[in-house]
């Protein structure tokens, strides 16, 4: 079941392409099934982080980051919020936030 929200993006889509919202969303999955396949199968995927860098995930990276979790102790935790309070630069700072985020939730 779809929320209001995606329901709504789904209908703007069909707008736009002036097509129906099933074929909308038979798109949307098939883009989703090529990413999966690219994953396996030995693609490449760039990803562009909030800091605007953009890293490149190959196949054992994407596989690290849904095999083992990533979970950090809360010593780990407390290490890398002193690192973050003490951030002069943006950049920096958004890392350490991102590795925080992806360290607490273990992805």
Not at 21 to 47: E, M, P, S
């Amino acid at each position: 079941m779809l929320t209001a929200t995606e329901l709504a993006l789904v209908d703007q889509m069909a707008g736009l392409t002036q097509s129906k919202r099933t074929d909308v969303i038979k798109n949307a999955l098939a883009v989703y099934h090529w990413f999966v396949r690219q994953a396996l199968t030995g693609g490449k995927v760039v990803v562009r982080k909030p800091t605007g860098e953009e890293v490149a995930l190959e196949t054992a990276e994407l596989a690290a980051l849904e095999g083992k979790g990533n979970l950090l102790s809360p010593e780990e935790l407390g290490i890398l919020a002193k690192q973050l309070a003490s951030a002069s630069e943006p950049i920096e700072a958004a890392r350490i936030k991102e590795r925080l985020t992806r360290g607490f939730y273990g992805i």
